[in-house]
């Protein structure tokens, strides 16, 4: 009673500002009978996923691999197949699941947005042909794969044709927060993997595109230009808004008389550009959020937006993306035929993105370890190939079943990335030290970090496949040029 009446005199108190503190009561009422408020579930699971995703993620670095690879088993752990976070007797709210997706959905945007940021164009120019073509055999070459060991399985040939199309999804998130925790993001193959991925998605999301609308009753050549065509005035509307209009946004955001107006504003543009991707354009949410970074990569503030967003993107919402890849697979539903058949696709997942990769950068002129390198940082799915294949399952071209497979395969392929990257990237890691033990760094301090400062290349706009010295000055600015650094060998040369 004495609850009724705090209600009814609160009613009569703010009842002319139109306040309803009714869930807070709620909450209250719920606590003195013993039982949690929504809310509290979601904070408690919120703050439960954070703490272990960052205490994986410790541990995984102790052990010297990066930290990805410990808050994707963290997932794993807390998910069905072990723990069952969200099935534990203290959760009741059976909508908390799907509100913490959308965190995720929310943590790889903004990956995808500090990705494009640290994304150089004149670069990208320079791997252009390589892009290309391991962006289009990357896809080519995992669908035959997929398709040609789906078919001795009993598979419809439309159906294995499907799965040979949830094999093509790349997911550049998880290679790219890797790379920049091994600080080689910025190096020849960093740049021209992520030129392949945005390729890689735009292809993927065109097949798919085709796929439904030519086996959709009255699909037919109308419906394969209109996807094209939405597609493509995407691009160029999206290209020319961050071109010419989002750089006189940014400067007067920066003028604004409000705490954080620049962020804000930034949070804003990033979001209305993921929207209009895949509302409007058709492709997938991230390629919007990596568009606004690109454009954004190309302004004087680029460097002030990766420090605003670095607390933001990696302390709170990046770990839920990861954790949630984890969370996303239940072994335990998969029958040992399922296993069998998993094994061969995560096989040819795997081999699939390394030959066709490899092998388009080989063609477009890496040597042999560089393009084994892009088509390492290629084997990972995520984001993508999980709603390619949930299309098919609402769809019904695949089965429950093999639905658990197809999360298997990116959950594998995930975990496989960041510890084959280690390996690769271990002995030029060590070569890089070397030789900057050797190089007296000019008028500051030369460190080697994951990506948060500037290379000397980006710094004097000069672009060195070979080295990735990291130069910080006291202010941590860009502003100053330092002067070349070179090895040793180099000393004494004119500059390539």
């Known amino acids: 009673m004495e609850t009724n009446n705090f209600v009814d005199e609160k009613n009569v108190m703010f009842s002319s500002f ?21 809310i509290l579930q979601f904070v408690i699971i919120l703050a439960i996923i954070i703490l272990a995703a960052k205490a994986s993620g410790f541990i995984s670095v102790k ?37 913490f997706r959308h965190l995720a959905e929310v943590g790889v945007i903004l990956l995808m947005f500090m990705a494009g940021l640290e994304t150089d164009l004149k670069a990208i120019g320079r791997v252009g042909k390589v892009a290309v073509l391991a962006g ?8 035959i ?16 044709l499907f799965i040979g199309i949830i094999l ?27 030129a392949a991925a945005v390729i890689d ?13 030519l086996t959709a009753e009255g699909g037919g050549l109308l419906d394969i230009v209109f996807v094209l065509g939405k597609m493509l005035l995407y691009f160029l509307v999206a290209g020319l808004v961050g071109w010419k209009v989002l750089p006189w946004v940014m400067r007067q955001a920066q003028k604004l008389p409000i705490s954080e107006g620049l962020t804000a504003i930034t949070v804003v543009i990033i979001l209305v550009y993921s929207w209009s991707a895949e509302y409007l354009g058709g492709v997938a949410l991230i390629t919007g959020a990596f568009v606004v970074g690109v454009a954004l990569s190309q302004t004087p503030l680029k460097h002030e937006l990766e420090e605003k967003f670095h607390t933001l993107t990696y302390g709170f919402f990046v770990p839920i993306f990861f954790v949630s890849i984890g969370l996303a697979a239940n072994l335990a539903l998969l029958a040992p035929s399922d296993l069998f058949f998993a094994a061969i696709i995560i096989v040819g ?29 290629m084997i990972s799915r995520g984001e993508v190939g999980l709603i390619v294949a949930s299309v098919g399952l609402t769809q019904g071209l695949i089965s429950q079943n093999i639905y658990g497979v197809m999360v298997l395969m990116v959950l594998v392929t995930t975990l496989l990335t960041p510890p084959i990257l280690k390996l690769v990237y271990r002995n ?59 090895k040793p060998a180099e000393k004494g040369s004119e500059p390539r």
């Open 18 to 38: 139109n306040l309803d503190y009714r869930p807070l009561v709620n909450a209250a009422a719920a606590a003195e009978g013993g039982q949690m408020s929504s």
């Open 168 to 194: 093509t999804a790349t997911s550049v998130s998880i290679s790219a927060q890797t790379m920049l925790e091994l600080g080689v993001l910025k190096r020849k193959e960093g740049i021209a993997l992520l």
């Open 428 to 486: 030029v890691k060590k070569a890089e030290a070397a030789a900057a033990a050797a190089v007296e760094p000019p008028q500051g301090q030369l460190k080697d970090v994951s990506g948060r400062r500037y290379t000397v290349a980006m710094a004097t706009n000069r672009y060195q496949p070979d080295v990735d010295f990291v130069y910080t000055r006291q202010d941590k600015r860009p502003e100053a040029s330092p002067e070349r650094i070179v």
């Open 63 to 99: 052990l010297g691999m990066p930290a990805v690879l410990g808050e994707l088993l963290a997932g794993v752990i807390l998910g069905p197949t072990l723990l069952n976070l969200f099935g534990l007797p203290f959760v009741s709210d059976t909508h908390l699941l799907e509100g």
């Open 349 to 377: 997942a795997v081999l699939g993105k390394i030959i066709g990769c490899s092998l388009g950068a080989r063609l477009g002129g890496f040597d042999n370890t560089l393009s084994l390198r892009l088509g390492l940082g």
């Open 145 to 160: 794969i997929g398709a040609g060991s789906s078919l001795p399985f009993g598979f419809a040939p439309l159906q294995a």
């Open 136 to 143: 289009v055999l990357g896809v080519i070459v995992p669908l």
């Open 201 to 213: 998605d735009v292809l993927v999301i065109i097949v798919l595109s085709l796929f439904i609308a």
